[in-house]
């Protein structure tokens, strides 16, 4: 980028596009829109600027090295002579000069006030200094045509600064719909099971801000086998806290397999796989909402700009009571939710879906000076699924109950990750007994050993590769701990063995999808408690709220010796 740069250059470049990073949240924004502009086009040379005087500049650098950006000092950008400026961040200290300088949202719109790193006071977020606007270099990108009235009343610098664009990100969102089953294989959701994905931005009034216990609380409240929880942190919180931190405050919620998803592109996938948002006023709930979640609003920040669509949004979306009832406040969401229901802040937040990608490219190029390229327009590329790998919970309290039914006898089981479930509240719980018969499982990768010695139940993570060697397993475990009733271990080739303490063996045959012995061990545990003797017996195990699958208990003889 210096004087005699074109000695060193490969590619013929024309023109010199600077790409302003100064946060994590902005140079994402950057990122996931600029490659599909410059697609196969040498004329133009891009350079990543990083600006680091941000509150929220740790991990910039780190990301655009980790994109295979080229990275430029700050302070050389006065030195050059760039022919556009592309940012996401506002709040960027540029340069005299007279290059353009696009600014690109980082959200959605302009619905939220936030500290101005240049004093004491608030600012829109947003916002260009007004240096910036009067020496007409800027150019403001909005989504919506009510945007360009919003600034034009509250800042009338912005008159004719504005380029209504779309929204790439919303335009990506839909796009990645139609691949909404992949997206949740990838999450490890199971047919039948919810997501509940939990969206928060980031200062004192975000969700986690106001009720930073709510994730452990949610996977307390809600059983194990028929949700799975995700929650999508803003990269402002990852940046002033660092990723430390925020695993160490989630430590329970992680253990009960919380899904922390990285802070970087993943949020995508993930929002387009939920089935219903918890969320505050910050954009990824609202782009929830536009995707026709159910959304629960569990804070929502005085902030929020009024007259804006995410300030509409909270007259629309019903509150979330973080001390009643959680499982059942999500239920009546889903159940009271219509696709349509947020179709009209939809409209108020994004105009011309699917089209703002073509209308950025034409804008850069325009301002670039240069024709756009004769290929075609930018693809509508989908986001790839993320796998965020959740730690495996390890421990669970088992609530069983047996009833009666015509189609013969059904055992019905909840399971809830005994790491979360103290922080529950409201709600029937399973340790008063109102749900049927509770028990403590662990499986053989639990950690906390006073857990493990008080747990009635031991499983096997991994399967025996015979019944020979499941049958040693269990004698050993029952040996060891002393406190357990049943140890159970899955057998390669299909079926489970559960060992009982008085030397007894059950085998248990499970149809449908492959079942975690601690379920098999649920249903043994089930009928035993109801004073049945372990012979053979057709059952029908029931996953609430999941599935009914048949099994098949037998009694079967263990060898008086194993060596």
């Not at 910036?132 to 009338?156: I, M, T, Y």
């Not at 975690?516 to 035993?528: E, F, I, K, S, T």
């Amino acid at each position: 980028m210096g004087p005699d740069a074109h000695r060193w250059r490969t590619f013929p470049a024309e023109r010199t596009l600077v790409v302003a990073a100064r946060t994590v949240t902005s140079t994402v924004r950057v990122l996931e829109t600029l490659p599909a502009l410059l697609r196969d086009d040498p004329r133009v040379s891009v350079v990543f600027a990083h600006d680091p005087t941000s509150a929220f500049a740790s991990g910039v650098r780190d990301l655009l090295q980790a994109s295979g950006c080229r990275i430029m000092p700050w302070e050389q950008l006065a030195h050059i002579s760039a022919d556009l400026i592309l940012t996401a961040s506002e709040n960027v200290d540029i340069p005299e000069g007279d290059c353009p300088v696009l600014v690109l949202p980082h959200g959605v719109g302009f619905q939220k006030r936030v500290p101005d790193a240049r004093g004491p006071q608030d600012r829109l977020s947003g916002l260009v200094p007004d240096a910036l606007l009067e020496s007409g270099r800027a150019w403001l990108a909005v989504s919506h045509p009510d945007q360009e009235r919003q600034l034009l009343a509250a800042h009338p610098k912005t008159a004719g600064r504005t380029l209504l664009l779309g929204d790439p990100c919303y335009d990506e969102l839909l796009t990645g719909r139609t691949h909404r089953d992949t997206y949740r294989q990838a999450l490890g959701v199971a047919d039948g099971q919810r997501l509940v994905v939990i969206s928060s931005t980031w200062g004192p009034t975000s969700l986690l801000g106001r009720h930073p216990d709510l994730p452990v609380r949610l996977l307390g409240a809600l059983p194990h086998d028929a949700h799975r929880i995700a929650a999508i942190v803003h990269p402002n919180v990852w940046s002033a806290h660092g990723s430390w931190q925020i695993r160490a405050l989630q430590a329970s919620a992680l253990d009960a397999g919380l899904m922390l998803m990285p802070p970087v592109h993943a949020w995508r996938p993930a929002l387009v796989a939920a089935d219903v948002v918890i969320g505050d006023h910050g954009s990824v709930t609202l782009y929830g909402a536009a995707l026709g979640h159910p959304v629960l609003l569990g804070a929502f920040g005085a902030d929020a700009v009024p007259g804006t669509a995410a300030h509409d949004l909270a007259a629309a979306a019903p509150r979330l009571d973080p001390g009643g009832d959680l499982a059942a406040q999500i239920e009546d969401a889903v159940g009271a939710h219509t696709p349509e229901r947020y179709a009209e802040v939809t409209r108020r937040a994004f105009a011309a879906p699917g089209h703002a990608s073509a209308r950025l490219r034409e804008v850069v190029y325009e301002l670039l000076g240069l024709p756009e390229p004769g290929s075609a327009p930018p693809p509508d590329l989908l986001v790839p699924a993320s796998e965020p790998a959740p730690d495996p919970v390890t421990s669970w309290l088992v609530v069983t109950g047996l009833s009666e039914e015509s189609a013969g006898l059904v055992v019905t089981v909840r399971r809830y990750p005994a790491a979360a479930r103290a922080y529950a509240q409201g709600g029937t719980g399973p340790e008063d007994g109102s749900l049927g018969h509770v028990h403590l499982a662990c499986s053989d990768g639990e950690r906390d050993r006073r857990r493990l010695e008080s747990a009635s139940v031991i499983e096997r993570t991994a399967p025996a590769d015979s019944p020979t060697e499941a049958l040693r397993w269990a004698r050993a475990t029952l040996a060891e701990l002393p406190g357990s009733l049943l140890a159970a271990c899955a057998v390669r080739g299909g079926g489970h063995l559960v060992g009982l303490r008085d030397g007894r063996v059950v085998e248990a045959t499970v149809t449908g999808p492959a079942t975690a012995p601690g379920l098999a061990a649920a249903v043994v545990y089930a009928w035993l408690r109801q004073g049945r003797p372990p012979g053979e017996a057709l059952l029908t195990l029931r996953l609430a709220g999941v599935r009914d699958e048949d099994v098949l208990l037998r009694p079967r003889p263990a060898a008086p010796s194993i060596s």
